[in-house]
Nanobody, 125 residues
């Protein structure tokens, strides 16, 4: 079992930055890919970014390319999502997730086995 805890959400003005953290406990992330998703009220869960744990391969959703960066710290068992140039449309609950089978990462929520509880990000205009 893996437990995931997100942190770092909050309220920020448009154009600002936030860094989200996803820390794992239980088993380590050593062979899992990790993804970030977000969900705004009344909308479906949207893929944001994913990273392969072994190596640095990552890819992003079209709406965040060039603004968000996913990274990981092996020693801290943590994956980060650096969010720059935030827009009001980035407002959502952000979730991290871990996949056992999709070690190269995936944009599909159904490919992930473990989920965190989410952290709220609100971007004011």
């Amino acid at each position: 079992q893996v437990q995931l805890v997100e942190s770092g959400g909050g309220l920020v003005q448009a154009g600002g930055s936030l860094r989200l953290s996803c820390t794992a406990s239980g088993r380590t992330f050593s062979t899992y890919s990790v993804g970030w998703f977000r969900q705004a009220p009344g909308k479906e869960r949207e893929f944001v970014a994913t990273i392969r744990w072994l190596g640095s391969y990552s890819f992003y959703g079209d709406s965040v390319k060039g603004r968000f960066t996913i990274s990981r710290d092996y020693a801290k068992n943590t994956v980060y999502l650096q969010m720059n140039s935030l827009k009001p449309e980035d407002t959502a609950v952000y979730y991290c997730a871990a996949s056992v089978s999709r070690v190269g990462g995936s944009s599909r929520p159904g490919d992930y086995d473990y989920w965190g509880q989410g952290t709220q990000v609100t971007v004011s205009s």
